[in-house]
């Protein structure tokens, strides 16, 4: 069920005014069942799938709650990473390990006619929203391992926690932390009202007025790197670029404004990631949720930067290249994920010289510093985009050679409309750093108007714009 469809609007128009109709426990059993019926509306097996799960994240967990250490963390971590591995990575390692080996018995006729005999289905099917939802129930099994998770909720708790429709499938990553309190005092405020439709708004217009136009224009750059020009290869990937924050931020705005409408607040994804004067704060704005995950759950454990200089740099790539491989299994994504490492790495080389020379690093950066910032940390974010888009390696290769060598080719046609997105999308990141309107002192009529106008002018959107355009990038991780 698409966000944006109309048939999602009157799904949602449902459940909002059932969800304000039922109070206490009851508004819990609805929203949990809803959640699962939002699920299952993709797949009813995969929903049953999920079901059990939670189940049995909820079960272990019990146990590790009352004993630390007690064994089903370690078989809970196991189950949720078997989980992702085997869906999500399987193909990956049996044609890793059929390129090393070149056995026979890797073929990948074999696995097919396997699944067909066996189960009667040609492929493995990659279930909705598996990265989102492993990350959040890892994270939460860690933290009661630690002890910071002191919550001890329900099942139905901890299943809404986990289930909790509007950011399922694609974020953000919700910690218990900022989760359960609410549940306590689950209450309709102005405010929540005023900010939900605002930011399903704001979401609706990045992702059907700017995303779903991109995508016809670029999108064949990638494919077929080598039949366009070289400043159209150039203009495919600041074009990605524009696109990917519009599609994944416009989502989080929709998810967002979802949960305060449902008396939920879900939290921030972006923070005006390309007004980013380096690439070690854009990642601290770009997917924030993810961001705090990998620090939290895989580089401190390493050791963070409380080691050695060398280990530091070598923590820092294993982290964002596991972040390149979290987003699938190819080639192209841990390439990705290896150059911001390296990026980072270089960054934190260089903070550290300067203040070896007693440079205060601190001090705030001259207008003209902060533009050449801007310009390398959103340029340098854009070539990686050759890989994190790219079909293969070969293309990706080829779209950074056509950019920076020239190449003779077509010339895309509507560059006007590449150029007016990247705008907007500044545009939109500079309003991320303002406080969002409305106000909660309004008038009843100004209320009133503001609600009307924004509720008509998201049906146009849904109703004229939205049919026919793409699925959100990162419902596919």
């Known amino acids: 069920m698409k966000f944006t469809s109309l048939s999602f609007l009157a799904f949602f128009l449902i459940v909002y005014i059932l969800n304000w109709s039922v109070k206490g426990s009851f508004r819990l059993v609805f929203l949990f069942l809803v959640s699962i019926l939002f699920y299952a509306a993709w797949s009813i097996p995969f929903a049953f799938h999920f079901l059990a799960l939670v189940l049995f994240n909820h079960l272990c967990n019990q146990r590790v709650q009352k004993d630390p250490n007690s064994k089903f963390f370690y078989l809970l971590l196991f189950v949720n990473l078997s989980n992702l591995f085997f869906f999500k990575y399987f193909y990956f390692f049996w044609d890793s390990i059929l390129y090393l080996t070149g056995s026979q018995f890797f ?32 994270a939460y099994a860690v933290d009661v391992k630690r002890g910071d998770a002191k919550e001890n909720p329900n099942f139905l708790r901890f299943g809404l926690f986990i289930f909790f429709f509007p950011q399922l499938v694609a974020g953000p990553i919700v910690r218990h932390g900022e ?24 979401g609706l217009l990045k992702k059907v007025v700017i995303a779903d136009n991109l995508s016809p224009i670029i999108e064949p750059i990638f494919s077929n790197p080598n039949g366009y020009d070289g400043f159209t290869n150039w203009m495919a990937m600041f074009g990605y670029a524009a696109r990917v924050f519009c599609d994944f931020s416009g989502y989080t705005d929709i998810a967002r404004g979802l949960g305060k409408l449902l008396g939920i607040d879900l939290p921030e994804n972006f923070k005006a990631p390309f007004l980013s004067v380096s690439n070690r704060e854009l990642w601290a704005k ?3 949720t993810l961001s705090s995950w ?23 790539l294993v982290t964002f290249t ?28 260089w903070e550290t010289y300067r203040k070896s020379k007693g440079i205060d690093t601190k001090k705030p950066l001259p207008t003209y510093r902060k ?21 293969d390696m070969p293309r990706s290769l080829q779209l950074l050679s056509n950019a920076f060598l020239g190449h003779s080719g077509e010339r895309i046609v ?44 998201s049906l146009v ?15 596919q991780f």
Do not use: C
């Open 107 to 138: 073929q990948p006729e074999l696995i097919r006619d396997f699944l067909h005999s066996q189960f009667g289905f040609d492929s493995i099917t990659l279930p909705l929203a598996i990265s989102f939802y492993s990350f959040q129930m890892i």
């Open 179 to 202: 989760f359960f309190y609410q549940l306590e005092k689950w209450t309709a405020n102005k405010h929540q009202l005023f900010e939900g439709v605002y930011l399903v708004f704001l």
């Open 286 to 288: 770009w997917h924030m």
């Open 294 to 316: 990998i620090k939290d759950y895989i580089y401190v454990p390493l050791g963070g930067s409380r080691v050695s200089e060398l280990r530091q740099y070598f923590n820092l």
């Open 322 to 349: 596991a972040a390149g491989i979290w987003h699938g299994a190819n080639i192209t994504f841990f390439m990705w994920g290896f150059l911001h490492g390296i990026s980072l790495s270089i960054e934190r080389k």
């Open 371 to 391: 533009v050449l910032g801007i310009f390398y940390a959103f340029s340098f974010f854009a070539i990686t985009i050759a890989f994190f888009n790219g079909p």
């Open 414 to 457: 509507k560059t006007e409309f590449v150029i007016y997105s990247l705008v907007v999308t500044f545009l939109f990141n500079y309003l991320q750093t303002k406080e969002s309107f409305p106000r909660t002192n309004w008038s009843t009529i100004k209320s009133l108007g503001f609600l009307v106008a924004f509720g008509f002018f």
């Open 461 to 475: 959107l849904l109703g004229y714009l939205a049919p026919g355009g793409t699925e959100f990038i990162y419902f």
